[in-house]
């Protein structure tokens, strides 16, 4: 667990406050803020580590007021940018092997907005695919959003752009399995970047 001081609270404050500025303002026709941003943080972190769902929650505030506060914070880019320092961080703190894998998870979503399709597995529902890769401590350093008619394969470049230079030289093995099957991919990660693109044997 990651102790965090007071000094990041602030720190989220300013992002938000320049993020609305940039935007000609927030909006003043709500109600002022009865709780601090840590008391939303540390609510949105419990939805995030537990998997709960929003309206399960039994804190202070209605649970719509924190799932409010979450799609700020996502507005704002806090999650991408708190995403990405986590990985810095967690990267220097423990020994990361050359071992990195990948591995696709499709969601069903019903009434989603944007990345939303069919698939051949669930074509009755509709639903958003989530492709990330891994570092060999199981922490996430690239991921990647699509709609679910998108082939695993297809997802395998666009995390690899998503990487960050640093990560990138430590890779020396992508492993993943038969849904990433694809001869030419392995070339070209051997020839250009000097990376082995392993999967199963058929």
Known sequence: MVNINNDFYKLLEK????????RGGRNKSGR?????IKHYCNVIMKVLTTGCQWNSLNEQLHYSVYNKKFIEFVDCGIIEHFFYLLTLVNNKLQKVTGNFYIDTK?????????????NHKIKSKRGTKLSVIVDSNGSPVSL????????????????NKKLNDKIRKNIKNIICDKGYISKKL???FE??????????DK
């Open 15 to 22: 992002i938000v406050k320049d993020h609305y500025a940039e």
């Open 32 to 36: 002022k803020a009865t709780v601090n």
């Open 106 to 118: 499709i969601f069903r979503n019903m009434q989603g907005l944007e990345d939303i399709s069919y």
């Open 144 to 159: 990647v959003c699509t709609s679910a008619n998108y082939n695993d394969v297809t997802l395998v470049l666009q995390n």
């Open 186 to 188: 392995k070339e070209n």
């Open 191 to 200: 020839t250009t970047e000097n990376i082995n693109y392993i999967y199963p």
